[in-house]
């Protein structure tokens, strides 16, 4: 389990002297006991009877950090002109400051902290905000049979479900809408149309600024003719940000149907992300398939297994 420092990285040690002492050898003693790499820990200040250690990350193991007292002090009593006094112990602010717990009492909090964060984690994956996508359906040219579709559909399979709106044709205010939902709590986020070969689809664009690593298959591939399609096909996409995902679909309500109930059988599946991209990229590729002709023609395919 990871904690976030919140800007609280500094930990000290009073009733300690140092007498000729290597700073690297004190700062590398410290970072040992805390089982991180040596450069992450630094010794900031030194002053009679205390030693400051800065440490250069934010983010540290839960249980490489609770109850670690007596390790630092004892690591930090083998290094020469080292010399701690009786009352030699460790103190900080905010998370480090469990450094100085009883390892009985470390162990109590660092279950306790686990049992919550899976609640939590449970609970934010239950959380689900859908949104439209295009400026046809912003303008009110197209009625958004979508969104009212999926919110039932995952509601009726367990999901808080909301919608969040209508999206631009913009890769970066589509992005900073997604990072606001996932700042926002929501486990699930999935938006439909804006993953075409047009140059105004950018759904899928904005989810890989978010997760570079993001699943987007192709679902068809055209020979971009610079007109109308200006990419090489359709995609959908599933990343990950956190223990949020993040998921986009076609626009066309038929596609959405087949995609949803794909989506549902993955998720009850427990299928990670790149199955359940590739679950999704399946069915929608199937039925293009069956409309088109199992050989596509001279300006589609139907692309196999992809990232």
Request: hydrophobic letters at 45%; proline letters at 4%.
């Amino acid at each position: 389990m990871e904690w976030d420092l919140l800007e609280k990285t500094t930990f000290w040690v009073q009733d300690v002297d140092l007498r000729g002492a290597d700073l690297g050898q004190v700062a590398a003693a410290a970072a040992e006991a805390l089982h991180l790499k040596v450069h992450e820990v630094m010794v900031v200040d030194v002053r009679p009877g205390l030693v400051a250690f800065d440490i250069l990350r934010r983010r540290v193991q839960a249980e490489a950090v609770a109850g670690k007292e007596k390790e630092i002090l004892k690591r930090l009593k083998e290094v020469p002109g080292v010399i701690l006094g009786p009352e030699a112990g460790v103190h900080s602010e905010g998370v480090l400051g469990l450094i100085a717990l009883e390892p009985g009492e470390a162990r109590e909090i660092l279950s306790a902290s686990a049992r919550l964060a899976s609640e939590i984690s449970q609970a934010v994956a239950r959380r689900a905000l859908i949104f439209a996508s295009g400026s046809e359906v912003l303008a009110g040219k197209i009625r958004d049979t979508n969104s009212p579709y999926l919110i039932e559909a995952l509601t009726g399979a367990g999901f808080q479900a909301e919608f969040g709106g209508i999206l631009e044709d913009d890769v970066i205010a589509v992005a900073n809408r997604l990072e606001g939902a996932l700042e926002r709590g929501y486990g699930l986020i999935v938006t439909t149309g804006g993953v075409g070969a047009e140059d105004k689809d950018c759904n899928i664009e904005a989810i890989l600024r978010l997760d570079p690593q993001a699943h987007t298959p192709w679902i068809l591939k055209f020979t971009p003719d610079n007109n109308r399609h200006h990419k090489e096909g359709v995609r959908i996409a599933v990343g990950r940000v956190g223990v949020a995902r993040l998921v986009a679909l076609p626009g066309p309500h038929e596609e959405v149907r087949l995609a949803c109930q794909a989506l549902l059988e993955g998720l009850a599946f427990g299928l990670d992300d790149a199955g359940l991209a590739e679950r999704i990229a399946g069915v929608l590729r199937q039925h293009w398939q069956e409309r088109m002709g199992k050989g596509g023609s001279e300006h589609h395919e139907f692309p196999g297994h992809s990232r």
